[in-house]
C-alpha cells in the first residue's frame, strides 16, 4: 500500500514497519558522508548580558550545506543524526572546531567570550563524554572556564546515578552546564538540587509571547526566581522584540539570546558582530 504523505512524498508502509519517505531515506545515507565531505559549517549566536550591554558567549548551531539542497536546518537533520548514532562523530567535530574557533578569536584580541555547545543525549550518555572533552580543551588549548555544555533535561533524566557521575566529572573540568530548553521536558524538578547545574535557558516557546500571555510571563518569572533562589544564572532564548528585553530585564533576567540582538551567524559576521559590539 503506498500512501501520499502531506510533503508529496510516497511512503511505503507494511504493518509492523515504521514508515519512512524515500526522501528521508536518502538524507539518512547523505549525512552518512557529509563528514567526510566536509558539509557541515558552525553557526554562532551571540549571548548578551544587557547589565553591561555586551556579548559574552556565543552558542555553536550547526548548519548542513546539501550540495543539491542547499542549508539544512538542525531541526531536520539533527533527529536522524540521533536515530542513526551519527551525532556521536557529528557531536565531537562540532565540539573540537567550535573550541578552535573560539580559541582563535581569543588569540587575535576579539572579546573572551564563551561557547555554548549543544550535547545530545546520546553523546551524554557515552561514558567517555568527559574525557574528550578533555582533549578537546588540551588540544584547542581553550581554558575550561570558557566552556558550557547545554543539555537537555530529557538527556539528563534517563539514569540518575551515571547521570550524575558524568556531571561531576566535567564539573571538575571546570566547564559550566546549561539546561537547555528549560522547562519543556519531561524531568522533575528535584535534578536540580543534586546535579551540578549551573544555567537555566528559557524556553523560547516561553519567551516568545510574555508580552501577550500571562502563563507565558508567569512561567518565565517562576524560572527567573528558581533560577534566583538556587544561585543558578538565566538566559532567555528567543528574545526578538524590544517589548521582551523590557520585561526580562524588570523581572531580573539581563542575560539573553535572539533574533533582536543576531540570528545564528557565519564566523566571519561573528567578528563583525564584535567589532560593532559597542552597539548592542
Ligand atoms: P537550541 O539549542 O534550543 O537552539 C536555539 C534555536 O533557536 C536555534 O535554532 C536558533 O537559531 C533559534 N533561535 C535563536 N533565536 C531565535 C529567535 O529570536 N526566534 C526564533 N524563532 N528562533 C530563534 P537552530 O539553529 O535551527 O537549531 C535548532 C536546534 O537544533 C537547537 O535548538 C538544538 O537543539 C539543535 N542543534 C543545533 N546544533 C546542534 C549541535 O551541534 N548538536 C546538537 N546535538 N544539536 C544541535
Ligand atoms: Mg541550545
Ligand atoms: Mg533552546
Ligand atoms: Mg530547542
Known amino acids: 500500500k503506498a500512501k501520499e504523505s502531506s510533503g508529496g512524498n510516497y511512503c511505503f508502509y507494511e504493518s509492523g514497519m515504521d514508515f519512512k519517505s ?31 550591554k555586551e556579548i559574552v558567549g556565543v552558542e555553536a548551531l550547526l548548519r548542513w550545506n546539501h550540495p543539491t539542497r ?11 543524526a540521533e536515530e542513526t548514532g551519527l551525532i556521536v562523530p557529528i557531536g ?19 572579546p573572551r567570550v564563551y561557547l555554548s555547545v549543544n550535547i545530545a543525549a546520546q553523546q ?50 571546570g566547564i559550566r552546564i546549561a539546561i537547555d530548553d528549560f522547562g519543556t521536558g519531561y524531568s522533575s524538578l528535584g535534578y536540580l538540587k543534586n ?26 518569572n517562576t524560572i527567573i526566581s528558581l533560577a534566583q533562589n538556587l544561585n543558578l ?3 532567555a532564548e528567543g528574545v526578538e522584540t524590544h517589548e521582551q528585553i523590557n520585561f526580562l530585564l524588570s523581572n531580573g533576567c539581563s542575560f539573553m539570546q535572539g533574533y533582536y540582538f543576531s540570528p545564528p ?9 564584535f567589532l560593532s559590539s559597542k552597539k548592542i
Not at 526522501?23 to 552518512?32: K, Q, V
Not at 570558557?146 to 558524568?166: D, G, H, M, R, Y
Open 22 to 52: 524515500l526522501d528521508s531515506i536518502r538524507l539518512e545515507s547523505d549525512l552518512n558522508k557529509a563528514l567526510q565531505n566536509d558539509e557541515f559549517v558552525i553557526f554562532y549566536q551571540p549571548q548578551v548580558d544587557l547589565q553591561n
Open 265 to 273: 551567524v557565519c564566523k566571519e559576521e561573528v567578528e563583525n558582530l
Open 233 to 235: 544564572n538565566v538566559i
Open 92 to 110: 565531537e567535530w562540532v565540539l573540537k572546531n567550535a573550541c578552535k574557533q573560539i580559541k582563535e578569536w581569543h588569540d587575535k584580541g576579539f
Open 195 to 220: 546535579f551540578p547545574i549551573d544555567i537555566l535557558k528559557i524556553d523560547q516557546t516561553f519567551v516568545q509571547d510574555i508580552v501577550q500571555d500571562k502563563n507565558n510571563a508567569a512561567i518565565t
Open 124 to 173: 551524554f550518555n557515552q561514558k567517555t563524554l568527559s574525557s574528550l572533552i578533555q582533549q578537546t580543551l588540551h588540544e584547542t588549548g581553550l581554558s575550561s572556564e570558557f566552556l558550557v555544555l547545554e543539555l537537555t533535561e530529557n538527556a539528563i533524566i534517563q539514569e540518575t546515578a551515571s547521570t550524575l557521575c558524568i556531571m561531576k566529572k566535567l564539573k571538575e573540568l
Open 70 to 80: 542547499g542549508m539544512i536546518s538542525p531541526l531536520e537533520f539533527i533527529p536522524i
